[in-house]
């Protein structure tokens, strides 16, 4: 299967680095950084989902803190991803819509490389639709796995209401390597086998296009794609049980009215690789430090500023080592 890599490089934009510098110089607010400048790359992969906000995250990193350090970002989904990862000279962090499998730990244990789980932000499981869908007003969880699952008897619209139209249910969603095709499998079917036509898909981008043309299309992923194709998809409410909730940055929140579709999103370190190059080290508490600042930009909702902290404080101490 060919993977799809997209690369966050950020070219001299002189002018914009040079209005930043003269107005910090003008607040009379320096950065740290701006007299401890590094250099060198650092190399990102891993969840589709995670993507938009640690794509952010770079770019900012790379025009306000560090120009001279290169921050790649790719998304070849959550497992492919730790594949990456977990080999010797691997990528620097691993982006994941999950946490990380007791086989992938093993894995690390058996090449010598510490990893630290870090926690950015919150993700709701959204249900997106065709815009001329004019039927759909809500489903319920139920509803979602008879129309995905291999024993649903859900075939055609009509089969959930016979108001809706006589026609086939095009489902459609991430493949394998995603980490959001693992937590709808695992935690909303239960390990219930997919439908065979189920399209499941590399590219979030792709399955878009896909729903955005087919009248009859739905398809799952994370909020922050839905929220960044507003104009092209409508969301499908979810009714667990007290009423209609669509998905949006208050109700993803832990203690949200769609806390049942909610997870939590992770970046993994490689621990030896942050004591061995400063860039990598520097642009993890980057992360930590502004992750929920970025979050809602990018169709997250933040975590306590608690858990980032402790986070960075082992960040700050594993820099004293």
Same mark, same amino acid.
Request: net charge negative.
């Given at each position: 299967?060919?993977?799809?890599?997209?690369?966050?490089?950020? $070219?001299?934009?002189?002018?914009?680095?040079?209005?930043?510098?003269?107005?910090?110089?003008? $607040?009379?607010?320096?950065?740290?950084?701006?007299?401890? $400048?590094?250099?060198?790359?650092?190399? +990102? *992969?891993?969840?589709?989902? +995670?993507?938009?906000?640690?794509?952010?995250? =770079?770019?900012?990193?790379?025009?306000?803190? %560090?120009?001279?350090?290169?921050?790649?970002?790719?998304?070849?989904?959550?497992?492919?991803?730790?594949?990456?990862? @977990?080999?010797?000279?691997?990528?620097?962090?691993?982006?994941?819509?999950?946490?990380?499998?007791?086989?992938?730990?093993?894995?690390?244990?058996?090449?010598?490389?510490? +990893?630290?789980?870090?926690?950015?932000?919150? *993700? &709701?499981?959204?249900?997106?639709?065709?815009?001329?869908?004019?039927?759909?007003?809500?489903?319920?969880?139920?509803?979602?796995? %008879?129309?995905?699952?291999?024993d649903g008897e859900v075939t055609q619209w009509?089969?959930?209401?016979?108001?809706?139209?006589?026609?086939?249910?095009?489902?459609?969603?991430?493949?394998?390597?995603? &980490?959001?095709?693992?937590?709808?499998?695992?935690?909303?079917?239960?390990?219930?086998?997919?439908?065979?036509?189920?399209? /499941? #898909? #590399?590219?979030? $981008?792709?399955?878009?296009? /896909?729903?955005?043309?087919?009248?009859?299309?739905?398809?799952?992923?994370?909020?922050?794609?839905?929220?960044?194709? #507003?104009?092209? @998809?409508?969301?499908? !409410?979810?009714?667990? &049980?007290?009423?209609?909730?669509?998905?949006? /940055?208050?109700?993803?929140?832990?203690?949200?009215?769609?806390? =049942?579709?909610?997870? !939590?999103?992770?970046?993994? @370190?490689?621990?030896?690789?942050?004591?061995?190059?400063? #860039?990598?080290?520097?642009? =993890?508490?980057?992360?930590?430090?502004?992750?929920?600042?970025?979050?809602?930009?990018?169709?997250?909702? !933040?975590? !306590?500023?608690?858990?980032?902290?402790?986070?960075?404080?082992?960040?700050?101490? /594993?820099?004293?080592?």
């Open positions: 299967m060919k993977m799809i890599r997209k690369t966050i490089l950020v $070219s001299a934009a002189v002018f914009a680095l040079s209005a930043c510098s003269q107005e910090k110089e003008e $607040s009379g607010t320096a950065s740290a950084n701006e007299t401890s $400048s590094l250099e060198g790359s650092v190399l +990102v *992969d891993g969840s589709g989902t +995670v993507y938009p906000l640690m794509a952010k995250l =770079a770019e900012t990193y790379m025009i306000e803190e %560090q120009e001279d350090v290169s921050v790649e970002v790719s998304r070849a989904g959550t497992s492919a991803g730790f594949k990456k990862f @977990l080999v010797k000279d691997g990528t620097d962090f691993n982006d994941a819509s999950r946490t990380i499998k007791e086989e992938e730990t093993q894995t690390a244990k058996d090449e010598g490389i510490e +990893v630290k789980e870090l926690k950015l932000a919150l *993700d &709701g499981l959204t249900f997106v639709v065709n815009k001329e869908n004019d039927w759909v007003d809500e489903l319920t969880p139920e509803q979602l796995i %008879q129309i995905f699952t291999a009509s089969d959930l209401d016979p108001a809706w139209p006589k026609e086939e249910i095009k489902a459609m969603g991430p493949n394998e390597n995603h &980490g959001t095709y693992e937590f709808f499998y695992e935690k909303v079917l239960e390990e219930q086998d997919l439908k065979t036509s189920v399209n /499941l #898909q #590399q590219d979030y $981008s792709t399955l878009v296009s /896909l729903v955005a043309d087919d009248q009859y299309g739905i398809a799952f992923f994370g909020f922050g794609y839905y929220a960044g194709n #507003q104009e092209k @998809l409508q969301a499908v !409410p979810v009714d667990f &049980g007290e009423g209609p909730v669509e998905p949006s /940055l208050e109700t993803i929140a832990e203690d949200g009215d769609y806390a =049942a579709f909610t997870r !939590p999103v992770f970046t993994y @370190l490689n621990v030896g690789h942050a004591k061995e190059k400063p #860039q990598v080290l520097d642009y =993890a508490k980057y992360i930590l430090k502004n992750a929920n600042k970025m979050a809602g930009e990018t169709g997250f909702a !933040p975590i !306590p500023e608690t858990e980032s902290q402790e986070n960075l404080n082992y960040l700050e101490e /594993l820099g004293n080592e």
